[in-house]
């Protein structure tokens, strides 16, 4: 199992980019994407149902990030909009082979496979 992140690089505030997290190996019950900013704790940023399509979001995005799959690529994408320096971190995606409960979809130890992480930079 292998999960290929990708869609990382630099932009300017109010920007937009595209991470794609392609995975091999096998499909999963859920997936998400996680942040994580120099000297701070990794933190959930998105996370969405494989077979419903069902999205959730942390409040920081929320409105501006958009999570997606397809199913066909076996391919998980996040979409960010009007990016903010705040913004900036190494984004990994994440895959659960279940379900996750919605009550740990913010826990990263609740996820069973990483990515690689692709670094974000927004610039002012």
């Known amino acids: 199992v292998q999960l290929q992140a990708s869609g990382g690089g630099l932009v300017q505030v109010g920007g937009s980019l595209r991470l794609s997290c392609e995975a091999s190996?096998?499909?999963?019950?859920?997936m998400g994407w996680f942040r994580q900013a120099p000297g701070k704790e990794r933190e959930f940023v998105a996370h969405?149902?494989?077979?419903?399509?069902?999205?959730y979001y942390a409040d920081s995005v929320k409105g501006r990030f958009t999570i997606s799959r397809d199913k066909d690529k076996n391919t998980v994408y996040l979409q960010m909009n009007k990016l903010k320096p705040e913004d900036t971190a190494v984004y990994f995606c994440?895959?659960?082979?279940?379900?996750?409960?919605?009550?740990?979809?913010?826990?990263?130890?609740?996820?069973?496979?990483w990515g690689q992480g692709t670094l974000v930079t927004v610039s002012s």
């Open positions: 994440a895959a659960d082979l279940t379900q996750t409960i919605l009550s740990a979809i913010r826990r990263p130890d609740q996820y069973d496979y």
């Open positions: 190996g096998r499909t999963f019950g859920s």
């Open positions: 969405i149902r494989w077979s419903s399509g069902h999205t």
